[in-house]
């Protein structure tokens, strides 16, 4: 099993503060994806990656953004929280199989609150 | 373009009785896969199945079975003789091998619920 970890777990936080939602795994998956996932457990793809500085946004228009700077690690950025962005965030990564047969990994989510 | 349909928003059974959770897909492609995820409380989505679009032999393992059907796009997933853990949000998803670099598609899931 691949090891992916995401920090913090949960996090209230204030309108208007810039946060980054940490995620890193160990397997060396070139792949890694950001989902977010709305209270009706409906899952947005916001960002992924292929592989280091290789990033593209996701289906879900997003005030975040990532980067990709060390294969191990995807960090998600938010520069002005605001309510809407209360979420559950969802990191996952998946290692090179071919196009389409990717198992992905997923980490224990963060868990977003904006005040 | 892909897209993945749970028609199933919840479902509640009682333990032991045998549920099926229906996923009906979409994709241009003939190369594609399919997957099962499990979402349990905890929050963690975990992996259990993934089919491609050349293998519709249906599997089994232990009390969970799925029925893969090309000709009706559907690759539903039945769960025998319920338990308790069985409780989670289940997510069928869909990758497509050929157009491009296409992350996978979820469906928007189904909350199973598992009366003792």
Known sequence: EADIYQTPRYLVIGTGKKITLECSQTMGHDKMYWYQQDPGMELHLIHYSYGVNSTEKGDLSSESTVSRIRTEHFPLTLESARPSHTSQYLCASSPPLPWGNEKLFFGSGTQLSVL | AQKVTQAQTEISVVEKEDVTLDCVYETRDTTYYLFWYKQPPS???VFLIRRNSFDEQNEISGRYSWNFQKSTSSFNFTITASQV????????ALSEALSGNTPLVFGKGT???VIA
């Open chain 2, 43 to 45: 929050g963690e989505l």
């Open chain 2, 85 to 92: 853990v069985d409780s989670a949000v289940y997510f069928c």
């Open chain 2, 111 to 113: 909350r199973l619920s």
